[in-house]
């Protein structure tokens, strides 16, 4: 089949879903399922895997520059994987057991042991789909950002146990070297550094993400894990956020294969359907197990809340579990094209419901908040921006530059807030006043005297977060001024329609303030 014409059918499905409000790779998946369905022969399968491939691996390698090994080492990340990985694999398998004596199951014939490795496949979430969306709504340094990625990587290193265990494979001898890479960063780094900012720059990331994902297979360990670790062993140079940056479009393009390559697993029969929807049910059952146990180490219920609405989704390392149980005939081939539409669905689940997180932990909160305990790891602000008359949402690049030209007229009445806690402490560090705070918190919001703000600027990289930090200014009543910042036209209609006085295009000001400036200079002359 004609690669122009695979491509023409993800755009069309990928631009249909977008259009209606979902994702665009809810798109994908559907039209890898329709491509299987029409055009499975003539369609050569291991295209996409490359494309897949390709795109897991820049994807955690992008995934790592953001990871810190502290955000790793907290207890709710900890308490978040072990907690409900066990508690999935005892309920899950408890259930199937009873459910055995039911005809339909019997078909089945599954030992104890096979139901606890069914069960063990579905207590991984997809970071896949869980960094996507956090991506896309800029929300991968927010606290429930960090405590989900965090959780996402320690199963990655389950997932690496378990390959070890179940191939019977074990890494080899030589892979001890792989330590060498920790003196060896300040090699890399200089590379870095040297490299510049055209086009050496994401060629650099290929170069360090499947570079290492060939090092680490080569030693027998799991290559996507290479390409996440060599990632957070970078993740604190300034220049990170850049080859993150050079790496986006890249990542997406071929991740386009990893959701088309879903579908090509095998079509369902009614079986597999109902098989598949049985293990559906396990969703809100995943929630639960992720959201108490992120409440009894201490975290906030809304971060409890929305990092359990991300992870309680399936994870595509699902399917690798059943492929290698099925190659060694420990369960039937349906077990694989089931795990594949739960998965799917899963993902439709995850996207839609996460969509419309924040607006329910609004509707919910008495209900969410009540199983959060007294006292709390985090507060909602630990300095709250008490006496400030301006707010700068977002510290960003932008944010930073309003602050500081805002600083020298108003002094300590003007504050930046920001939700990336390393970001927080650079700015205190420069003696800036800064907040760490998730402007999307209502509680937040319930903590400021929004009767002193006079003018709050949004300066966030994401235009439905902006929209949703207004909606929670005027659920809270705020009377002030509210100014956002875009490079897009239509974005800046959208902000203005959902309640911002007024939006500034910054390619547009940018534009016409180096044309003043340079017309300065004539002045000058003259």
């Not at 399936?314 to 539409?341: C, H, N, P, R, T």
Request: charged share 15%; hydrophobic share 55%; glycine share 8%.
């Amino acid at each position: 089949m004609d690669l122009y014409l695979i491509i023409l059918i993800a755009f069309v499905a990928g631009f249909a879903f977008k259009q209606i409000g979902l994702p665009p790779m809810l798109g994908y998946l559907f039209s890898g399922f329709v491509l299987f369905k029409f055009y499975g022969e003539q369609i050569d399968a291991s295209m996409f895997e490359v494309l897949s491939n390709l795109g897991i691996t820049l994807l955690l390698f992008t995934i790592g520059l953001k990871v810190k090994i502290k955000d790793l080492i907290s207890s709710p990340v900890m308490v978040g994987t072990a907690a409900p990985m066990g508690g999935i694999i005892v309920i899950i398998s408890t259930l199937f057991t009873l459910t055995s004596t039911v005809s339909a199951w019997l078909l089945f014939d599954l030992s104890l042991e096979m139901l606890a490795l069914i069960a063990f496949s579905l207590s991984f979430s997809s970071t896949i789909c869980i960094a996507k969306i956090f991506e896309e709504k800029g929300e991968l340094k927010t606290r429930h950002g960090k405590v989900s990625l965090g959780i996402l990587v320690l199963q990655d290193f389950a997932a690496v146990i378990f390959l070890v265990f179940a191939k019977g494979t074990v890494p080899e001898i030589w892979s001890v070297g792989l330590l060498l890479l920790i003196p060896a960063r300040p090699i890399i780094i200089e590379v870095l550094d040297r490299v510049g900012h055209a086009e050496l720059l994401p060629l650099s990331g290929f170069f360090l993400a499947l570079g290492s994902y060939s090092l680490f297979e080569f030693c027998g360990v799991k290559g996507d894990l290479g390409a996440l670790l060599v990632g957070m062993l970078i993740s604190s140079h300034p220049k990170s956020a850049e080859l993150y940056k050079s790496l986006m479009n890249f990542k997406d393009v071929f991740l386009i294969g990893f959701f088309l390559s879903i579908g090509f697993s095998a079509l369902p029969t009614g079986e597999t359907w109902l098989l598949a929807a049985l293990l559906l049910l396990m969703i809100p059952v995943k929630f639960v197990l992720f959201y108490s146990s992120l409440i009894l180490v201490g975290l906030r219920a809304r971060a409890a809340f929305l990092a359990s609405l991300a992870l309680m989704n399936f994870s595509e390392f699902g399917l690798i579990v059943l492929v290698i149980a099925a190659d060694k005939a420990w369960i039937s081939d349906q077990w694989i094209v089931a795990m594949a539409l739960a998965i799917s669905v899963s993902f439709i689940i995850t996207s839609v419901v996460f969509k419309f997180a924040h607006v329910m932990f609004v509707k919910y909160k008495p209900w969410i908040v009540y199983f959060e305990r007294k006292h709390t790891l985090h507060q909602t602000c630990i300095n709250r921006p008490d006496g400030a008359e301006v707010l700068v949402v977002g510290m960003g690049r932008v944010g930073s530059a309003s602050y500081d030209s805002l600083y020298p007229t108003l002094g300590e009445k003007v504050w930046g807030i920001d939700a990336d806690s390393d970001r927080i402490d650079t700015h205190k560090t420069l003696n800036r006043s800064v907040a760490l705070a998730d402007a999307e918190d209502g509680e937040f919001w319930e903590s400021v005297e929004l009767n002193k703000i006079k003018l709050i600027m949004l300066a966030l990289p994401n235009m439905e977060d902006m929209k949703n930090v207004i909606v929670q200014l005027k659920l809270k009543n705020y009377q002030g001024k509210i100014a956002a910042i875009t490079q897009y036209g239509d974005d800046a209609i959208a902000l203005k329609n959902s309640g911002a006085d007024t939006v500034f295009n910054y390619q547009v000001e940018v534009g016409q303030g180096f044309a003043m400036e340079s017309l300065n200079l004539l002045n000058e002359k003259s």
